[in-house]
């Protein structure tokens, strides 16, 4: 650890530590409680956000708060209740959000001179007061990691604008970096095939079919350039030939939509009806996109899925886990954090994440 030298500054001046490198996993966010008040304090900061809703302000915040914030912390408030970490009082988005900082904290220690921390985009805690936090600590450089394997405005774009928001206060700024999205990551795609391997192996039974599901996204962002789309079909695209299956066999849908406009389709929900009425009787879901498991997989998919596909006829159905605190999970974003530190601090590098062989300069709106 690096002192400064501080001499020629009055002696009651606060000491200055530095030379630490920070890495801030950012996810989501999530409400402090199930109950109207957190759910409404939640949802307005979300969806206050221009990053994710794009209409006009002015009409925005009249519908919001005459109509959304009225009714959807009820209707929100429920799915949260049905999945809720009744031992730690909290989401299971922030007990594994958590866990994945801690794990990852273990899996550096060889480099001392790094801290790992977490925060939220909407919600507790915060990415201001853990950028905070660890400069406080003596972190003169810090990565950013969205974790979010495809990159949406409406996700690694806004948090990554928080993280921007906090420094723009600071006098002192740390120097940043920002882990790229991993969509297509050679580690990413074996974790996610391995974990399914793994997952279905474990059910007494096939599925016919398997849904990898994405959160959605409103049709328009993906028109204006959102990179998103694209990132989900690659991914799905590698995964599909990590596992030997083809496009029946894995199909591509998006789940989540919110609103009345169109989102990129095909959507789960429907697809999960249809197959079921075209007489597949055993389905399972696996959602990619999620790096934890939260309320759109825990609820969305492994409860209203099951519903929608048994009432269609349907008879087996399972939702595959997330990465979620796994050991593969770890190792992957640990691999992925070692090669984007290159050049920050002197690490052992042998178990660095390769770079997808096939990543290329693409034109914009190239399907996977
Ligand atoms: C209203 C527009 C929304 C857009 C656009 C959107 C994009 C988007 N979201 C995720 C990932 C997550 N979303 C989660 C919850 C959630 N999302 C929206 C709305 C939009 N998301 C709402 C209103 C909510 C809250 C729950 C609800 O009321 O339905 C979560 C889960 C958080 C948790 O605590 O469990 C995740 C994760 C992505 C990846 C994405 C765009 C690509
Ligand atoms: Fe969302
Ligand atoms: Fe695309």
Redo the contacts with the bound molecule.
Sequence with gaps: MLKANISHLPKDHPKVEFGRIGVLLM?????DGTDYWS?RR??KE??SDRR??EVNPVIWWVILNAFVLTK?PF??GE??RS?WNEELDE????TITRSQAEKIAEKLSDAPQIVVDWGMRY?NPSIKSRLMNLQQQGCDRILLFPL?P?Y?A??TGTACDKAFDALKQMRWQPSVRVVPPYYDEPRYIEALARSMKDSLAKLDWEPEVVIAS?????LE?FQKG?P?HCHCAKTTRLLREALGWDEHKLRLTFQ?R??NAE?LQPYTDNTIEELAQEGVKRLAVVTP??S???????E?IAMQGRETFEEAGGEKYALLPCLNDTPDSIDMLEAVIRRELAGWVDLDVSQTAEQPAERTLAASGTHG
Excluded: K
């Design positions: 996810n989501l966010g999530t409400p759910m939640y949802l979300f969806l994710v809703i959807r209707a929100s799915a949260y999945i989401s299971p988005l922030r919600g979010y495809q949406s409406a996700t994405f959160h959605g996204l409103p962002y959102d998103y989540s919110f609103g989102w996109g999620f934890a498991d939260c309320v759109e997989t825990l969305e």
